[in-house]
Nanobody, 131 residues
Framework: RVQLVEHGGGSVEAGGSLTLSCVVS????????VGWFRQAPQAPGKEREE???????????IYADSVKGRFTIYQDTNKNTVYLQMTNLKPEDTAMYYC?????????????????????WGQGTQVTVSS
């Protein structure tokens, strides 16, 4: 069983920055990836959007177009932690942010994964950006 715990959410003004962290424990052997997703409050029926992901073993990263150039995903392997650094935040970035773990990390060289391609999830952390 893999456990993920997110930290770092909060409220900021547009143009501000936040860094989220995701502590991962109980990792499995083999291919592993961690992705950051978000779920906007005004769209509860909408599928969670993956904004960034990282292949844990080789450090390959991939981003959604909506955050490219503003968000950076990176990891500290000594701390088993994956971070999402968010800069130049916009009101439309307001959402609950989740990190998730997958064994389908090889797919990340081609595309972002869908939410149902991840097996383990954190509890989420809220990010609110005011205009």
């Amino acid at each position: 069983r893999v456990q993920l715990v997110e930290h770092g959410g909060g409220s900021v003004e547009a143009g501000g920055s936040l860094t989220l962290s995701c502590v991962v424990s109980g990792q499995t052997a083999g291919d592993q990836g961690v992705g950051w997703f978000r779920q906007a409050p005004q769209a509860p029926g909408k599928e969670r959007e993956e904004v960034a992901a990282i292949d844990i073993h080789i450090g390959r990263t991939i981003y959604a177009d909506s955050v490219k150039g503003r968000f950076t995903i990176y990891q500290d392997t000594n701390k088993n932690t994956v971070y999402l650094q968010m800069t130049n935040l916009k009101p439309e970035d307001t959402a609950m942010y989740y990190c998730a773990h997958t064994d389908k990390s090889r797919v990340l060289q081609f595309r972002l994964l869908r939410w149902n391609e991840y097996d383990w999830w954190g509890q989420g952390t809220q990010v609110t950006v005011s205009s």
